[in-house]
C-alpha cells in the first residue's frame, strides 16, 4: 500500500469515527455554515467546561458537508475566528 493510500485510510477511519460519535458534553458537530460568532460560543462553552472536540463541516445527521458548499465558511475564516 502506497504511504498516500495509507493517510487517506487513516483519515477515513477518523471522519467515520467522528461521524458514529455521539453529541454530548464533550462532542459536538458543526455545519461549516455555522456563522463564526456561533462557533466562538460552542468554543468558549467547551472552554469554560472540561473541554471538548468541535467537529465543524459534519451535519448534526452526519453528513459530512465540508467547506465547499454554497453558503459555508472559508477553512481560513475559521481557522482565524476570534473570540470577543
Known amino acids: 500500500m502506497k504511504r498516500s493510500d495509507k493517510k487517506r485510510a487513516v483519515v ?31 468554543i468558549c462553552a467547551f472552554a469554560n467546561a472540561s473541554g471538548g472536540t468541535i467537529a465543524v463541516g459534519i451535519e448534526d445527521d452526519g453528513k459530512v458537508s465540508g467547506f465547499k458548499f454554497d453558503g459555508s465558511q472559508d477553512i481560513e475564516e475559521i481557522q482565524r475566528c476570534y473570540i470577543f
Open 12 to 42: 477515513s477511519s477518523n471522519i467515520a469515527q467522528l461521524i458514529s460519535l455521539p453529541e454530548g458534553q464533550y462532542f459536538d458537530r458543526k455545519s461549516a455554515r455555522i456563522h463564526l460568532n456561533d462557533l466562538a460560543r460552542h
